[in-house]
């Protein structure tokens, strides 16, 4: 039994697919960091109401990354076998459950802003902004989940390049705009938030774009048709409701943890919420090479017991548990010794929100150990392995019976909002210990693949 594969082609496809998820990542934290800076300079009113705006977007973005996850765990196991015309039939079934959760948020945001703000905030000036935001920038739900569907698929079969580019062209879009429309440039009015908002959707268009025309014009693996998108698998709908309910599930359960958060923390000062959202882009950004490596992971996992090679897959397991937890320490080392210097980037807050952030980084620099080993090992290992229940389990679990009664408990008590904070992230770390056994028990490995079948138009 080895505990660190020598198998060389393990770590050349963990880089090449790695290396440009993460780039990715690290982009799309980039249009979302300058985007912080930007409106920061706004004041704390402005930074705590985009915020607030987006928590909606982050319902959106945790069920897409649930289509996403269950396009990935399937069409990976199916690549093992090279069976692409059930890939291809998977990610439609993905568009199309993409496209009207998209549509439907759309409607929503357009016509109940301010009751939607309203959940997450009591601050007037916070509600008021968070509005204005959300009004504009929900059009942009109806793009998102289109885009990643698209690179789930690419990545499945081993296409991770296209990601970063899309991720790459967004950047120089929206931060250009950003500029323009927030200040007022080139002629055109300072518009503020509402500026960033409309920045934002273009951007998600822009993406879209991007990506269709490399699926349908450029990609030469999956050679995916507009008519490959009314194809229908009865078997292989079944498949994905089946194992994509729970990924869907598991990521429902922690967007309505981010939420629940928003809203436990959004009774606070403006100080604490504008905190908040400095200390998740950091946390956004000690996560962008874990994030990419366990993307890499799961890819791995997925072909690997696609193919049927159990043992093999094993060695592979016992070498991703020691790797991430190296990499946890080091990156909760790195957040400790960068706190000063990030939250020193935000010239525009207030002097307490300097101090309740330094506060909520510190505890990051903690949970983040926890963070890099359970993100690996139950999204990379259990869930792309076909375990797929378990991860949905442990969310909710923790989420509903943890989480969010400590952190309701601590607020109610008067505890500080560290406390409450810390109180949020306990899950990062006790999480792991139930992810030792399951992992090492090895009875989530779990073939999801069937033979090919008719398919109805």
Known sequence: MRWITRDSSFYRSLMLLAVPVALQNLLTFSVSFADNLMIGSLGDAALSGVFMGNQMQTLLQMVSGGIEGAILVLSAQYWGRKDTVSIKRIVATGLRFALTFGVLLTIVGLLFPEQVIRIFATDSAVIQAGTEYLRIVCVSYMFVGVTLALIAAM?????????????????????????????GKLGLPAMGIRGAAIA???????????????????????????????????????????????IMGGNIVWSVNMMASSAILGRFP?????????????????????NGMSAAVGIITGKTVGAGKTELMKEYARTVQIMFLLVGFLTGGAVFLLRYPFVGLYSGISAEAVTRSLEFITVLSVTMIGTCYQAACLAGLVRAGGD????????????????????????????????????????????????????????WMKNLTRDPSPASP
């Open 200 to 246: 934002t959707v273009i951007s998600r268009f822009v993406e879209m774009c991007v990506m269709i025309f490399y699926v349908a014009r450029v990609d030469r693996k999956l050679n995916f048709t507009l008519p490959d998108l009314f194809v229908s698998d009865p078997t292989l709908r079944r498949d994905f409701i089946t194992n994509g309910l729970p």
């Open 388 to 443: 797929v229940a378990f991860v949905f389990k442990m969310d909710t679990i923790f989420v509903f019976l943890v989480v969010l009664p400590s952190a309701m408990l601590a607020a109610w008590l008067g505890a500080p909002p560290w406390v409450v904070w810390a109180c949020l992230k306990s899950d990062q770390i006790l999480k792991c210990f139930v992810a030792v056994f399951k992992i090492n028990s090895f009875n």
């Open 270 to 290: 403006a100080s604490v919420t504008t905190a908040v959202s400095v200390a998740n882009t950091m946390n956004a950004l000690a996560f962008v090479t874990i």
């Open 155 to 183: 990545r499945s079969v081993e296409v991770a390049r296209i990601g970063m580019l899309v991720s790459l062209v967004s950047l120089f879009v929206n931060i250009g705009l950003n500029y323009v429309l927030i200040f």
